[in-house]
């Protein structure tokens, strides 16, 4: 028998037959098997390619192509229910209605099925900070690990592994909603295969290595998320920003920003702030388009537009439904494990807090460069390490980093950036970790020592340089004027991935919130 690629989707319990497909879809049956089982397909028509024309300019009446779309519809009772499989041909996926697709199908199935040093690639979403998606293969299976994967920051998408099973033919796997595999299957002998997959995704052997895949999952249920849009307009109407707030969702240099407006005719400000958004509304704040509607724009020192974003990407929420924690960043919503939230929770709460006298950051500041001057006048025998400047490190042109921004004769090493949210945070976390990273290596010291002697500080890093000896302060300039910096959920766990290392490496770790009056 001729080995088929297998396209296999499962449907959610409750979906009706009538509803598997878009409406006005045009698909039709082709075949109907059986009663469970019904092949349908969406009619498809023979053309030339496009670029003939497009690109050559000419007609040819000896080249064509036909876009074929098929679909396999399987029901099968399985202990007690009835469960619909979808297998794919061509380009079909974008056939089925919204919703009616059931998540982490295929992952499941490859998770259960191959050993954890059998992954081959993986794709990859980096939830706490700019959304960065990516892909990684490595030329043999080898453990997850070893592709650069974060556990806690990381949302995995698709796995590609090699198995052993002979149900599978120890074939190659690949899942994420879908589950694909080259095997010796036709529509003779389907039912029992997909009776074996479907046992395979109900198996919770996969937690034994994998069971972090539950802490964060990206929310793609349509219902779902009308839901927690609803709950979003009512926290805040009901002014619950403790739970919900705004911040920049991209990374940005605010050199130059003169401030922000709720649209291209209204008042700049500053910054961002959920309420005087909220004021805007003049008749209320009552559907989630409102918010999608509503341009923040960001301009320069002549007040011309220098980047905009729709206002809903702008919020940040942590809300709880249904007893489930959700989160909303960078205008995605993300269902949260409870043990993986309060373990988080539990830790943010347990950083140790800098004791040293920090400035606010009041209006007559114009920018953080001015307001990092004025902290290292108002500690005693403090140094504006920022004036210094970047400094190069491992070759190339790129590679250069700034030390901090303060630091201090009794080694407190001072890092200071606006709450931009989880892509700004991001960044400010990854200077701090690669920072302390570079100061255990003599060369780099001995640049950062020229660089302090230029501009004459009288305070310079030892040959016998032990991380014991110092303290890295992480500091938020924040409107919300709290103890511990209000920061989003995904910016908590990526600090905490950064205090792990930095205490790793030796340091006192510390955070402190400034207030931006």
Request: net charge negative.
């Amino acid at each position: 028998m001729a080995k088929n690629r297998l396209s296999i989707y499962l449907l959610k319990e409750g979906i009706e037959e009538d509803a598997i497909f878009e409406k006005d879809s045009g698909v039709k049956v082709l075949k109907e098997y059986n009663k469970n089982k019904k092949l349908y397909y969406l009619p498809s028509w023979i053309h030339a390619p496009i670029w003939t024309k497009d690109f050559f300019d000419i007609k040819c009446d000896e080249l064509y192509q036909a876009n074929s779309r098929a679909v396999l519809i399987e029901k099968i009772k399985i202990e007690s229910k009835e469960r619909i499989f979808a297998l794919t041909f061509g380009y079909s996926k974008n056939l089925f209605a919204e919703d009616v697709l059931e998540e982490q199908f295929g992952l499941k199935i490859v998770l259960n099925t191959v050993g954890i040093n059998d992954i081959r690639k993986i794709s990859k979403v980096s939830v706490g900070s700019n959304q960065k998606q990516s892909q990684e293969q490595m030329p043999k299976a080898t453990n997850i690990s070893e592709f650069g994967f974060d556990l806690e920051r990381d949302l995995i998408k698709t796995v590609t592994g090699k198995c052993d099973d002979e149900m599978f033919e120890k074939a190659n796997l690949v899942g994420g909603d879908i589950f694909s595999i080259l095997v010796e299957r036709n529509i003779n002998n389907i039912e029992e295969f997909l009776k074996y997959c479907y046992e395979k995704y109900k198996d919770i052997k996969f937690k034994e290595n994998f069971e972090w895949i539950d802490n964060i999952k990206e929310v793609k249920s349509k219902y779902e998320k009308e839901q927690l849009e609803n709950l979003l307009i009512q926290y805040i109407n009901d002014s619950k920003y403790d739970c919900v707030w705004m911040t920049i969702p991209d990374v940005i240099n605010w050199t130059g920003v003169l401030g922000f407006s709720y649209g291209s005719d209204g008042e700049i400000y500053d910054d961002i702030n959920i309420e005087k958004m909220v004021e805007i509304f003049k008749n209320g704040l009552i559907d989630i388009e409102q918010l999608k509607r509503r341009k923040i724009i960001m301009k320069n020192v002549e007040g011309q537009e220098i980047e905009k974003w729709n206002a809903y990407k702008c919020l940040i929420a942590e809300i709880q439904m249904e007893g489930k924690s959700y989160c909303l960043n960078n205008g995605k919503w993300y269902s949260i494990n409870k043990d993986f939230s309060e373990k988080i929770e539990n830790e943010y709460e347990r950083i140790e807090l800098s004791s040293l006298n920090f400035l606010d950051y009041d209006t007559s500041i114009k920018n953080e460069d001015e307001y990092n001057e004025k902290l290292s006048e108002s500690i005693p025998n403090a140094y504006l390490i920022h004036k210094i400047g970047e400094i190069s490190f491992g070759g190339g042109r790129g590679n250069k980093i700034e030390l901090c921004d303060v630091m201090t004769q009794d080694n407190t090493i001072i890092h200071i950036k606006k709450n931009g949210g989880s892509s700004y945070l991001s960044h400010l976390f990854n200077q701090a970790t690669v920072s302390a990273e570079l100061l255990l290596d003599s060369s780099f010291r001995d640049k950062v020592n020229k660089k302090m002697e230029e501009f004459k500080f009288d305070k310079k890093f030892d040959e016998n340089y032990s991380a014991n000896d110092y303290t890295i302060v992480i500091a938020i300039i924040n409107k919300y004027h709290e103890e511990r910096p209000k920061i989003p959920f995904f910016s908590k766990v990526s600090l905490r991935y950064t205090i792990n290392s930095m205490k790793n490496m030796g340091y006192k770790v510390q955070i402190k919130n400034i207030n931006k009056v």
